[in-house]
């Protein structure tokens, strides 16, 4: 089945741009999505991008898709400790089980 | 406009006890999905519902049974349960393939 796959944990100093990485297994088109949680909240979607696009930018944020290796990343810009939350890539099959596979979900951190 | 409204917020039951986690919401979507949260994972799809009448399983059902008598509720019902459903519980809906899932605010639920 799908695979996403993301590192645990990322510290910045505010100011600085934060890259949080993703890795997916699913082949077929499909949507890829960037949540935020923060403490005791449910999930806010930040930014997607459907698997035939190479980048969009929102922003702050900026998402590229290197297809070839199946990589998906978020760069945030000027980062701020408001910033500091989970991130959750996650993706959805073009067609078929409309189902989000999520990754474990990055935590950030930003230090003043 | 509520969204996605979830209660109770914070559920403790006793190993073997029954309960029901509700879910509503007022956007007219179709889709809905319960997901739990388990600490350093990413949130895995438990049932899903297309529609009114209509539900399936996700990737972890057992344990858990959902109905959906209507566009709005979609409630998810523990029948007996056991210290691993201890959680935090998500309710979303969806309305276009590909387009933002709404997340409730969560239920955490503790067995003891």
């Known amino acids: 089945g799908e695979d996403v796959e993301q590192s645990l944990f990322l510290s910045v100093r505010e100011g600085d741009s934060s890259v949080i990485n993703c890795t997916y297994t699913d082949s077929s088109s499909t949507y890829l999505y960037w949540y935020k949680q923060e403490p005791g909240a449910g999930l806010q979607l930040l930014t997607y991008?459907?698997?035939?696009?190479d980048m969009k930018q929102d922003q702050r944020l900026t998402v590229l898709l290197n297809k070839k290796d199946k990589h998906l990343s978020l760069r945030i810009a000027d980062t701020q400790t408001g910033d500091s939350a989970i991130y959750f890539c996650?993706?959805?099959?073009?067609?078929?089980?409309?189902?989000?596979?999520f990754g474990s979900g990055t935590r950030l951190q930003v230090q003043p | 406009n509520a969204g996605v409204t979830q209660t109770p917020k914070f559920q403790v039951l006793k190993t073997g006890q029954s309960m029901t986690l509700q879910c509503a919401q007022d956007m007219n979507h179709e889709y809905m999905s319960w997901y739990r949260q388990d600490p350093g994972m990413g949130l895995r799809l438990i049932h899903y519902?297309?529609?009114?009448?209509?539900?399936d399983q996700g990737e972890v059902p057992n344990g858990y049974n959902v109905s959906r008598s209507t566009t709005e509720d979609f409630p998810l019902r523990l029948l007996s349960a056991a210290p691993s459903q201890t959680s935090v519980y998500f309710c979303?809906?969806?309305?276009?393939?590909?387009?933002?899932?709404?997340f409730g605010q969560g239920t955490r639920l503790t067995v003891v």
């Open positions: 996650a993706e959805t099959p073009y067609t078929g089980r409309r189902a989000l596979t």
């Open positions: 519902s297309v529609g009114a009448g209509i539900t």
């Open positions: 991008i459907f698997s035939n696009m």
């Open positions: 979303a809906t969806e309305g276009r393939r590909g387009t933002e899932a709404f």
